[in-house]
């Protein structure tokens, strides 16, 4: 069982939103996700200052089996993004939800609207169970 982080709203493409402060949030991938790719080798980031669409193409994960788009689950500008991981790509597969995070966002518009339209936890769950 793969495991999913309460105070987190989920995509159905596995990725996390987790709320940081006022209208920014973190986003990365969810422990199902780093399971299902494998050990991750290389993570390709957005550039800070990127205007991002929900559900838009930000960057990409390759691990040893395969490599994987990353998407936005929400609709902002990339204020921060992980530079962590172009050392140590591996703190996604050891730490998905601490760590191994992508990007922050500054949402545009309504921020409980954007996240209203995710999966709270519970649905994720729910959701990986399908």
Do not use: C
Not at 43 to 57: N, R, S
Not at 103 to 108: G, L, R, T
């Amino acid at each position: 069982m793969s495991n999913v982080k309460e105070n987190r709203w989920y995509s159905k493409d596995h990725e996390w939103v987790e709320k940081v402060s006022g209208n920014v949030v973190r986003i990365g991938i969810s422990d199902f996700a780093q399971h299902q790719l494998g050990d991750i080798v290389f993570v390709e980031l957005p550039d800070e200052g990127t205007e991002v669409k929900a559900e838009e193409t930000i960057g990409t994960i390759e691990s040893v089996k395969t490599v994987s788009d990353l998407f936005s689950p929400v609709g902002g500008q990339i204020t921060k993004i992980n530079s962590q991981l172009n050392d140590e790509p591996e703190l996604v597969n050891s730490e998905p939800y601490e760590g191994g995070w992508m990007a922050e966002i500054e949402i545009q518009g309504d921020l409980e609207e954007q996240l209203s339209a995710l999966l709270s936890a519970e649905q994720y769950e729910k959701f990986l169970e399908e």
